[in-house]
C-alpha cells in the first residue's frame, strides 16, 4: 500500500488510519513517478494519490491506471471538488469523517481481494 503526497501530514494521518487496520505503508512518496511506478509494476495493492502530486496529478495516475485495467486500487486525495472524474474513488481530508472513510474504501477493497491482505 502506499500514499504518495508532497504533504508531510498527510502521510502521516493515512499511515495512522492504515496502521489502525493492522497493516503498513510499504511506499511514502512526495513525488507521483515512485507511486506510478510502483503501481504499475504492482508492488501495491492500494495507491492513495493526492491530487497535488507533481509534476502528475494524482487523479492523472488513478486514470492510468484504470486504463490499462490494473488491479492496484486507487483513491484520489483532493481538497475540494473534483469535477470529470466520477469514476474514481474521492475523498477530501478537509471534510469532517475522512478517516473513516479512508478506512472503509480499504476494509472494501481487501474484502473484495479475498482478504488475502494488502
Known sequence: ????????HLRARVGAVVASLGHELTLEAQASFEALEASVEERVDVAILDESLSPTPGSAI?????????????????????????????????????????????????????????
Do not use: W, Y
Open 62 to 118: 488513478a486514470e492510468v491506471l484504470r486504463d490499462v485495467r490494473s488491479s492496484v486500487v486507487t483513491v484520489v486525495i483532493h481538497r475540494g471538488e473534483l469535477s470529470g472524474h466520477d469514476a474514481l474513488k474521492v475523498l477530501n481530508p478537509l471534510l469532517e469523517g475522512f478517516d473513516e472513510a479512508l478506512a472503509n474504501v480499504l476494509e472494501t477493497a481487501e474484502r473484495r481481494r479475498g482478504r488475502r491482505g494488502f
Open 1 to 8: 500500500m502506499c500514499i504518495a503526497s508532497p504533504d508531510e
